[in-house]
């Protein structure tokens, strides 16, 4: 059956000439290039939108259940069953979370280039499953022995080099295909929402916030339910129920199959890239026409037949552009250059403009994932230096991140319910992305404000009630509540910013690379959050000066350490005004244009 797109149906409506019943046999297509299972151009009534959406919305929500079904206590299996030091354990749960970051970006290159996103995302679920049943098995029938160690009081036996060998290559099997999933089930929830039309641009922008929330409701359950039954010495109990969590998302996703929108891959970016530096290098003393006019394009239909996006000149990386030059002069001769390695199309070029455009805002985001950090590290902390026994019931410190999920829960609906509506009344628009990452970073100043208050409350309340005890203070963990609380809405502007940003403004080839960056600025922030620490304690620790983060947190001055983080976020956050305000959103042309083709079309190789 015949297909036409959201712009051309409303031409062909126009036409008096045609009949209404023939209208009625040609179905609706999207618009922004999506095509079905088959390849063909997606029908918009057959395919994507929030059925799709939401069937994505709970496999990321199961998935990050399975995933952190083993994160979130990984370092205690290491210490009570696989019996490393606490150093060891920490070290190896920080290579392990590093390694799902850098497979991230793996996965990421391999949808963007050959496999596409859902081939991508099936490929590593199944890999996802492979390793958490792997887990599963190995730890059951041989770790845990015997059967009920690992509780914090019986001990577990020794292990073989085998049988330990085994539960690594399972556990970077779980890493590999976690990795390997996450940047790329975002951009390909996005994928289902058309952004030509007026209905679905605005569902499009709403699923990332959705999709950061369903995370973060993934991770509530595997920190509370999963936790509980690990922390009893109920492992093998705990990784069975993230497999079946990790089974039924698959499940779930391979269901969705004959209605999902796709985007085909579009070659090896890298490729792309380098022949628009060496050509513009050949051509370092051609001249550049001023506003880009005569620079080497195709026209929008040499690019949507096959999938593409037309992406406008744009000012700035004037070098780059000599890459897109047709006409040189050489010795006062005029030569065509017809070779693909010194000849490339503007929207190669701005291709590569859009990265490094995006280059200074995500190194900006790295220093908030230092704050982000701080929750499963020095705020455990501090909270286990604090009174968490209430009416005989002991709150572990870790689960204090519960008021961070409930806080990004209540704070993505606050803003798309409540917030956004009131500026868009005001100002006729809503916030940017750049504008709420910006608010995002200013709330992490204030919750690194917040979690020095305490510290410093904590201190007196140590110093004049426990002057002889090492373990607490008398000063409630409830106290932590306003830091954790401000650190999940900075989440929902920076976070759900940062998707929707990298999202809209990476070139459509390297969609799932901008949602690796997100991932990648957490990694780094945790290596960041490290040598800060380091650099600290080596400044602070000198003769009887135990240092800012000693082993007995009263003896030391966390408050201050906090603080800095204050300082240093609120230097990034001039830092990313600077670019921020500097930076010009790049939209692609549409395809509704309808231009005549260029006459140097055939010069172009792809």
């Known amino acids: 059956m015949a297909c036409l797109s959201f712009f051309q149906k409303g031409n062909y409506r126009s036409q008096e000439k045609i009949r209404d019943e023939e209208v009625q046999e040609l179905e609706e297509c999207t618009s922004d290039g999506s095509v079905d299972r088959y390849g063909k151009p997606a029908v918009r009534s057959k395919t994507g939108r929030w059925g799709l959406g939401i069937l994505i919305l709970v496999n990321q929500g199961l998935a990050t259940l399975a995933f952190f079904g083993l994160g979130v206590n990984l370092v205690l299996f290491l210490t009570r069953v696989v019996g490393q030091s606490n150093a060891d354990a920490a070290n190896n749960v920080s290579k392990w979370t590093g390694t799902v970051y850098l497979f991230s970006l793996v996965g990421a290159f391999l949808s963007d280039s050959y496999w596409g996103r859902y081939k991508t995302c099936a490929i590593f679920q199944a890999i996802f499953v492979v390793g958490l049943v792997s887990l599963s098995l190995s730890s059951y029938l041989f770790l845990l022995k015997p059967r009920g160690c690992g509780d914090g009081q019986t001990p577990c036996n020794s292990h073989s080099t085998l049988h330990v060998a085994l539960f690594y290559i399972s556990i970077y099997l779980v890493a590999l295909g976690n990795g390997g999933y996450q940047p790329n089930i975002a951009t390909f929830g996005a994928d289902q929402f058309d952004a030509e039309d007026p209905k679905e641009r605005s569902s499009k922008i709403s699923f990332f916030s959705y999709f950061y929330l369903a995370l973060n409701l993934g991770s509530l359950f595997s920190n509370t339910i999963l936790g509980y039954f690990e922390d009893g010495g109920k492992w093998a109990l705990g990784f069975w129920l993230s497999v079946a969590s990790a089974t039924l998302a698959l499940g779930l996703f391979l269901g969705g199959t004959p209605r999902y929108r796709h985007f085909k891959p579009q070659g090896n970016p890298l490729s792309r890239f380098c022949k628009v530096f060496v050509a513009a290098m050949r051509k370092w003393k051609a001249p550049v026409p001023s506003e880009g006019e005569g620079l080497y394009e195709l026209d929008a239909k040499?690019?949507?037949?096959?999938?593409?996006?037309?992406?406008?000149?744009?000012?700035?990386?004037?070098?780059?552009?000599?890459?897109?030059?047709?006409?040189?002069?050489?010795?006062?001769?005029?030569?065509?250059?017809?070779?693909?390695?010194?000849?490339?199309?503007?929207?190669?070029?701005?291709?590569?403009?859009?990265?490094?455009?995006?280059?200074?805002?995500?190194?900006?985001?790295?220093?908030?994932?230092?704050?982000?950090?701080?929750?499963?590290?020095?705020?455990?902390?501090?909270?286990?230096?604090?009174?968490?026994?209430?009416?005989?019931?002991?709150?572990?410190?870790?689960?204090?991140?519960?008021?961070?999920?409930?806080?990004?829960?209540?704070?993505?609906?606050?803003?798309?319910?409540?917030?956004?509506?009131?500026?868009?009344?005001?100002?006729?628009?809503?916030?940017?992305?750049?504008?709420?990452?910006?608010?995002g970073l200013i709330i992490s100043i204030l919750a690194m404000i917040a979690a020095g208050t305490t510290e410093i409350f904590r201190l007196k309340y140590a110093t004049e009630d426990c002057?002889?005890?090492?373990?607490?203070?008398?000063?409630?963990?409830?106290?932590?509540?306003?830091?954790?609380?401000?650190?999940?809405?900075?989440?929902?502007?920076?976070?759900?910013?940062?998707?929707?940003?990298?999202?809209?403004?990476?070139?459509?080839?390297?969609?799932?690379?901008?949602?690796?960056?997100?991932?990648?600025?957490?990694?780094?922030?945790?290596?960041?959050?490290?040598?800060?620490?380091?650099?600290?304690?080596?400044?602070?620790?000198?003769g009887d000066m135990p240092g800012w983060i000693p082993e007995d947190l009263n003896k030391g001055h966390l408050d201050r350490f906090f603080f800095l983080l204050a300082v240093l976020t609120t230097i990034d956050f001039m830092v990313y005004l600077f670019f921020a305000n500097s930076y010009k959103y790049v939209q692609p042309e549409g395809f509704k244009e309808d231009q005549k083709e260029s006459s140097n079309t055939e010069l172009v190789e792809f």
Request: with cysteine; charged share 15%.
């Open 467 to 542: 002057k002889n005890c090492k373990e607490s203070s008398s000063l409630s963990i409830f106290w932590q509540v306003p830091q954790y609380v401000l650190v999940g809405a900075s989440e929902v502007f920076m976070y759900v910013g940062q998707l929707e940003f990298f999202n809209s403004q990476a070139p459509e080839g390297l969609k799932s690379f901008g949602s690796a960056l997100c991932m990648t600025s957490m990694s780094l922030g945790n290596y960041v959050s490290s040598i800060i620490v380091t650099i600290v304690m080596k400044i602070t620790s000198r």
């Open 302 to 439: 040499a690019y949507s037949k096959n999938g593409w996006r037309k992406i406008s000149h744009t000012e700035g990386f004037r070098f780059l552009d000599k890459a897109a030059v047709t006409q040189t002069e050489f010795t006062g001769q005029i030569k065509h250059l017809y070779n693909p390695w010194r000849l490339c199309t503007v929207t190669q070029v701005e291709e590569v403009k859009c990265i490094l455009r995006l280059l200074p805002i995500w190194l900006c985001t790295i220093l908030y994932s230092v704050v982000f950090t701080q929750m499963a590290s020095l705020f455990v902390e501090q909270g286990a230096a604090m009174k968490a026994n209430i009416r005989g019931f002991a709150i572990p410190p870790a689960s204090m991140s519960s008021f961070d999920i409930l806080s990004v829960a209540s704070f993505i609906f606050f803003y798309r319910r409540v917030l956004n509506p009131i500026v868009t009344r005001i100002r006729g628009r809503g916030l940017t992305e750049l504008q709420r990452m910006g608010i």
